[in-house]
């Protein structure tokens, strides 16, 4: 055999090269050619290779290069890598998302695990984290929500603080960094709600002066870890044993005292909220462990969650948590200042409303309801793909989007970049129109009186707008954590437009918000500063 092989190779000196060139390049002909999505449109070279999929990850632009392809070809489907096609059609999301708990999230999910601790989030177990997602669901519950807004409640109390600093920076005649201070707001409500201590984002640097340089450019100390882990997400499309390397390897070299600093910090904090709940029973202490009991970490360790992994869940949870929602606030802020006709709109709805409606609800009120929704459609807390695997299983068979078939075992996702901009649903798609959510200017009242100023969404509306919103996910693996990022979200924007702090010539510093689509998008630069001409 090997001295026929030799006879063939010294015979003809091309062949052996030329026969495994040939070899080699079978996959690739078998994807042009061949494979079953050959006729879906594809962004270039990703019918042979992931690897500009990875580097428009990478950089951050993932959702604005998709949409230009998916508006390019007209299509639907968009093919970004041999085994991925990205869907832009509402009408999908149920099939994805929604029918018999959606199709199981796929493997970059891996790339979220807190090293050897699997989370609710990047769980791909349903059963697993079912149990989880379970324990903790009750924390979620309106009445738990509503009675946390009261003034001395934990949302409550820290909005006020929130409006009193956004305050003290305008009496000052100080710049505000819109992005620092809904940060601190948003790790505030997350922790002391879910983990009944606050973290202390808001009060951590108030003893400074806020003319001082210090309280200006002093941020959140937590930003750091935040920071580092929304950072690491431009990795997770790669292999989960690539991504480990990757990430066992910077954390050998990185030096970066700052990023060590805040982990340590945080998981200090964690211990500290880990130890609230195991103190032994006292009957002096037994009020206090009454209602620690019904914290996340508690009802973990109820589920009988080891103490390890509980801490861990809680860590995971302040960054699930605090973030996109400080994302998606510095968003409806930023726009509210930069446009004075919706926010007269909405001061005017908040004066005439009457108390004890809003005491009850905030999100009774339809023109903020408008503003938060926009806000939402604008701000890309997670503008990337939502990845999920097209199931195996012979009942699913793959699925079809637009009369096409994509076959099983396919990497699909919606993307809330695409959904959100599409020009046929949200015309005029990067602006924010509050009044878009109108189906006519009459529905904007208060009691019998329309409420004044020009109508923002004029000839905006679609009816379909509702279908293609998915800022929270969709079907059982959407948002836990939905009812209190808006609790936050209404509560904030309502206490902040009435103080009237955005009044007297609030402007904002940059003129656009520019972000890294990684899968939590990052404000870029990491700030937005308001201030105010007079
Ligand atoms: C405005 C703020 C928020 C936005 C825009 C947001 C967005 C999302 C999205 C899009 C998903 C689905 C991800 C996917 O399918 O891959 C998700 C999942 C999740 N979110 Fe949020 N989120 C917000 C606030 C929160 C808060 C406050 C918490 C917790 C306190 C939280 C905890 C979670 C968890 C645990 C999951 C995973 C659920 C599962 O896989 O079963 N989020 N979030």
């Known amino acids: 055999m090997v001295q026929a092989w030799r006879t063939i ?9 030329a026969v495994l060139l040939l070899i080699l390049l079978i996959p690739f002909v078998y994807r042009l050619y061949f494979a079953h999505h050959r006729h879906i449109p594809a962004i270039p070279l990703a019918r042979l290779t992931s690897l500009p999929l990875h580097a428009l990850c990478y950089l951050g632009i993932e959702g604005r290069v998709l949409r230009h392809y998916h508006l390019k070809y007209n299509t639907k489907l968009l093919i970004v890598a041999p085994n991925s ?9 149920r ?19 807190l090293g050897p601790v699997v989370s609710i989030f990047s769980a791909i177990d349903t059963e697993y984290r079912d149990k989880r997602a379970k324990a903790v669901a009750p924390l979620f519950a309106p009445s738990r929500l509503r009675a946390a807004s009261e003034k001395d409640g934990v949302i409550g109390s820290s909005v006020a603080e929130f409006v009193d600093q956004f305050r003290a920076f305008k009496q000052a005649g100080v710049k505000v960094d819109i992005v620092d201070l809904c940060a601190r707001l948003s790790i505030d409500v997350v922790t002391g709600y879910l983990l009944g201590e606050k973290y202390g984002g808001l009060s951590e640097h108030a003893h400074f002066s806020v003319e001082s340089r210090e309280r200006q450019e002093m941020k959140l100390s937590a930003n750091p870890f935040i920071m580092a882990i929304v950072a690491f997400s431009r990795f997770s499309l790669l292999p989960n044993w690539v991504f480990k390397l990757l ?48 914290f996340y970490q508690a009802r973990l360790l109820q589920a009988g969650i080891s103490p ?15 973030d996109s929602t400080a994302v998606m606030l510095a968003t409806i802020l930023f726009h509210l200042v930069q446009n004075p006709n919706a926010r007269g709109r909405l001061l005017q709805e908040i004066r005439g409303s009457k108390e004890n409606v809003v005491a009850q609800d905030p999100q009774s009120l339809p ?24 199931p195996a299983s012979s009942s699913a068979a793959g699925f079809n989007v637009d009369g096409v078939h994509v076959s099983p075992r396919t990497v699909v996702g919606c993307a809330a970049y695409m959904l959100h901009h599409d020009p046929d649903v949200f015309p005029e798609p990067f602006a924010f129109r ?36 998915v800022p929270f996910g969709a079907g059982l693996r959407a948002c836990i954590g939905k009812a209190l990022a808006q609790q936050q979200l209404y509560e904030t ?17 940059q003129q656009r918000i520019e972000m890294k689509e990684w899968f939590n998008g990052e404000i870029k630069w990491h700030k937005l500063e308001v201030d105010w001409v007079r």
């Open 247 to 294: 990430y066992s390897l910077s954390t050998r070299l990185s030096k970066n005292e700052e990023v060590i600093t805040t982990f340590v910090k945080l998981d200090q904090f964690t211990n500290r909220v880990m130890s609230n709940v195991a103190r032994p029973p006292s009957s002096a202490a037994k009020a206090r462990e009454e209602s620690a009991a019904s």
């Open 367 to 390: 023109y903020l309801r408008a503003v938060v929704k926009e806000g939402l459609r604008l701000g890309m807390a997670n503008p990337t793909r939502l990845t999920r695997v097209v």
């Open 434 to 469: 509050p009044g878009r959510w109108f189906q006519n200017e009459k529905e904007v009242h208060i009691g019998e009186k329309s409420l004044d100023g020009a109508n923002d969404g004029e000839g905006l509306y679609r009816p379909e707008m509702d279908r293609s919103m």
């Open 85 to 93: 096609v990205s869907v832009s059609d509402p009408a999908a999301v």
């Open 493 to 509: 924007v309502f206490a902040l437009v009435h103080s009237e702090v955005l009044e007297d010539g609030a402007r904002t510093v």
């Open 95 to 113: 099939d994805i998302y929604i029918t018999a708990g959606g199709f199981p999230k796929d493997d970059r999910y891996r790339n979220f695990n």
């Open 9 to 17: 190779s010294t015979a003809n000196p091309i062949i052996t090269p």
């Open 308 to 322: 390890a992994e509980a801490a861990a869940q809680s860590k995971a949870i302040v960054f699930a948590g605090a």
